[in-house]
């Protein structure tokens, strides 16, 4: 409903008048009202003459000594118990918003993040059962599109973006080493350096991506142009083209997961690595954060230490 067709629903503190009205009405007495309400008649006769100007409609009759519902006013007491019951609902919302019980938390992971984040979702929710965890997985640049539109509660980087005022609390380490299939020439090889991978082919994230920040930074350090095979968009199929022999990469150790398991990748002895980042939470500054997602900053904090480190076997 347009705003200018219940303008005068919105003045003369209508709702304190809503309430002597329903009680009125539902005591057929402007006397009990009064009593109930802890008002004196006269004020309650006044807030009820009042609505009805305000409504332009007559609300009670009185035939005798008994009071009566008029048509307007049996309409009325009907949206009463409406718009009480939308209020009732919407303080509902609001304490389960302010307590720890229920509520809806949102985060926003890249995609590697996933794999640590999960256990933490997991044990924070043995301890708070009926909160609701909406999880998204995305790339750097969506990341920070859903950063920028203020879509989540938290998000998790590594590489948080530097062109944003933003709060941050560390969470686990996130090493990012050089991965390789096992039978490759350099798998059995001892303190490498990046001058030595020089002319191996290399598969590289998309631009943009965190992961493909980290991989150029370390070689502008060492004044060495990679030699780029294959440009991907996702860390799994990075290692697919790993697997198939295609080259080298530098991920994250959480690209493999936190369970140990046989791969047929290694990670190269190469001095300088693992390089190390930080996963991180980060918020904008200013962003009110719900209780629910206080709590869970607290807890991850207290709950980091659990989550195992992955173990990459090194030839």
């Known amino acids: 409903m347009p705003k200018s067709k219940i303008s005068r629903y919105l003045r003369h503190g209508m709702l ?42 007559v609300l009670f009759e009185q035939i005798g000594k008994k009071i009566y519902l008029t048509p307007a006013g049996q309409s009325l007491y009907s949206s009463c118990n409406e718009i009480f019951s939308a209020l009732s609902k919407l ?22 993040g996933k794999y640590f984040i999960l256990r933490l979702i997991a044990k924070f929710i043995e301890k708070y059962p009926n909160v609701e965890i909406s999880l998204q997985g995305h790339n750097r640049r969506n990341l920070i599109q859903r950063l920028e539109r203020n879509d989540d509660d938290l998000y998790i980087f590594s590489n948080p973006p ?16 050089l991965f390789a299939r096992e039978d490759h020439p350099l798998a059995s090889k001892n303190a490498l350096s990046l001058k030595d991978l020089e002319s191996e082919p290399f598969i590289m994230r998309e631009i943009g991506s965190g992961t493909r920040m980290i991989t150029e930074d370390q070689f502008d350090k060492s004044n060495i142009k ?86 990459v076997s090194r030839h």
């Not at 329903?22 to 009202?33: D, I, K, M, N, Q």
């Not at 509902?92 to 302010?98: G, H, T």
């Not at 530097?162 to 080493?177: A, G, H, Y």
């Not at 300088?272 to 930080?278: T, Y």
Request: one cysteine or more.
């Open 91 to 112: 303080e509902e919302n609001l304490a389960n918003m302010r307590s720890l019980e229920a509520g809806k938390l949102r985060i926003a992971v890249s995609t590697t």
């Open 16 to 57: 304190p008048q809503l309430v002597v009205f329903e009680s009125v009405a539902r005591l057929e007495s402007f006397t009990r009202a009064s009593e109930a309400l802890h008002l004196s008649q006269p004020t309650v006769s006044t807030q009820i003459k009042k609505l009805s100007e305000t409504l332009g409609s």
């Open 226 to 311: 990679p030699k780029v095979r294959l440009e991907l968009s996702t860390n799994e199929s990075i290692k697919q083209a790993i697997l198939a022999g295609l080259g080298i990469a530098i991920l994250s150790r959480y690209t493999l997961g936190l369970d140990e398991h046989d791969s047929e990748m290694v990670e190269l002895d190469v001095l300088d690595f693992p390089v190390g980042c930080q996963w991180q939470f980060v918020y904008p500054v200013g962003k009110v954060l719900p209780p629910i997602a206080i709590a869970f900053l607290e807890f991850c904090r207290q709950e980091a230490d659990s989550i195992p480190v992955p173990k």
């Open 162 to 177: 530097s062109d944003f005022e933003l709060i941050k609390q560390v969470i686990l380490p996130n090493p990012m080493v």
